[in-house]
């Protein structure tokens, strides 16, 4: 088993064991369930996964995003442990358990906002999402719910229609969701104005007044949804002005403000959640991923009076704040506060940041550099003037990275960003590792 500060060791062959499990993958698993790597993980551990085979590699996933914490805690595992001896199930909505309210009153506590606050659990980010705009509809009596191109919010159909990128995710699952309206993001490196920050005047905020004539009226938009850094569409880190303007549209046209901090949340970008990084105290929040160390569990939290709208029985799901996710929820936060992880973060985030920054000078194809705390990406290019996107290197630069042991993410409305998303407990031996790796691969891909 794992300690969780070992460094990659790869080079074993793909036993006979892992060949039978891709048969039976083959067999028995829908097609449309992609992988990024051909492995089955055997145990994890802090920042490192061992294979089936033995082979052990630096986890820049984190699950995607989920276990901020570090693989298999010990005090998250404890928890899991204890709350399975004692209660596995019963519905909060048919009878109740201590964990799931303990849990809401930590959220209500630690969510930005002095303002009343009450929450509820369901089991995926996308659930989250769904409520949250339920709750909103509910509230506003409006149907109209704005989300932002590059924005990713999940696979079902309401999440999918918020969702901006046709492929994979939209690709012949229509027709969608109404009443949806998408605007361009902040994306400053890609602006949809050709303008360049910060001699823009935020021509992104501007756009809301030409939308609201020509697409909707505010007396028709319930909700506006945004990741504050945008996960899937590639690591986009808006201006500073960015988030508190949209807060002002919203509180200007009795618009619901919620932000999709499922990516973003618990240390990720240095602070408990992404909006503390802005000052931004929003109506909403959708919380999922890191908020169990690697439970399925996510939340909406928001002000009271807005979470109230449906009365009684109109939100909720038999699985939803299940007693042992709500546990591991508990003493994940606990650990993060105690550790205090979103510092971690920041150094993490320094460290890359300044190696890629690095890179970027002797590789062109790195046009773009994007971090906030322990988010970072670097967008390759074909051209740095055109910025023709290098869609078909990055899969390659993934590839070669997992051959060294090292496992990156690919991100980007035109599939040409590697994020780096590590679990925010990676050791600085680690860091330096991750960084050799991907320098390495650079050298072999583009032949330095």
Not at 119 to 139: H, P, T
Not at 338 to 348: G, V, Y
Not at 412 to 419: E, K, M, P, Q, Y
Request: hydrophobic share 40%.
């Amino acid at each position: 088993m794992l300690k969780g500060d070992e460094l990659p060791s790869v080079g074993n062959e793909q036993g006979e064991k892992t060949k039978i499990l891709f048969e039976k993958r083959a067999q028995y698993i829908a097609q449309g369930i992609s992988n990024h790597i051909p492995i089955f993980i055997d145990n994890a551990k802090g920042a490192v996964v061992q294979d089936i085979d033995g082979n052990v590699y630096i986890d820049c996933s984190s699950g995607i995003g989920v276990v901020n914490v570090g693989h298999c805690e010990e005090t998250v595992v404890e928890s899991i442990k204890k709350q399975a001896e004692k209660l596995i199930h019963s519905c909060f909505m048919v009878s109740m358990y201590e964990s799931y309210v303990a849990l809401a009153e930590k959220l209500v506590k630690i969510t930005p906002g002095d303002f009343p606050k009450k929450a509820l659990f369901v089991n995926s980010g996308a659930e989250a999402v769904e409520n949250a705009v339920k709750i909103a509809r509910a509230y506003a009596k409006k149907p109209g719910i704005v989300s932002f191109e590059c924005g990713y919010h999940g696979r079902t159909l309401l999440t999918m229609t918020l969702t901006s990128k046709v492929k994979p995710y939209k690709h012949e699952f229509g027709p969608f969701a109404p009443e949806i309206y998408k605007v361009p993001s902040a994306y400053c490196y890609r602006c949809m104005f050709g303008a360049t920050y910060p001699e823009c005047s935020m021509r992104c905020l501007e756009h809301f007044e030409r939308f609201f004539i020509a697409e909707s009226d505010p007396s028709n938009i319930a909700a506006l949804i945004i990741e504050p850094v945008q996960g899937e569409g590639g690591f986009i880190v808006p201006p500073k002005e960015y988030l508190p303007g949209l807060a002002d549209i919203c509180k200007k046209n009795d618009i619901v403000f919620i932000v999709d901090e499922v990516q973003t949340g618990f240390g990720r970008t240095g602070r408990m959640f992404a909006v503390d990084n802005w000052g931004v105290k929003p109506d909403l929040m959708a919380l999922a991923k890191s908020i169990a160390g690697g439970m399925p569990l996510s939340a909406v939290v928001g002000k009271a009076e807005i979470m109230d709208a449906p009365t009684k029985g109109r939100v909720g799901g038999t699985y939803g704040g299940n007693p042992i996710a709500c546990a591991a929820g508990l003493s994940a936060i606990d650990y993060m506060e105690t550790n205090d992880l979103s510092e971690r973060a920041n150094h993490i985030g320094t460290f890359i940041t300044k190696r890629l920054k690095e890179l970027q000078k002797t590789y062109p194809a790195i046009g773009d550099v994007r971090s906030l705390g322990a988010m970072v990406a670097a967008e390759f290019v074909k051209d740095r003037k055109t910025k023709k996107p290098a869609g078909d290197e990055t899969p390659l630069i993934m590839q070669e990275c997992f051959k060294r042991g090292l496992i990156v993410l690919g991100a980007g409305i035109f599939s040409n960003v590697i994020r780096f998303l590590p679990p925010l407990v990676l050791t600085d031996k680690q860091m330096e590792k991750t960084m050799s790796i991907f320098e390495e691969v650079l050298r072999v891909v583009y032949k330095k």
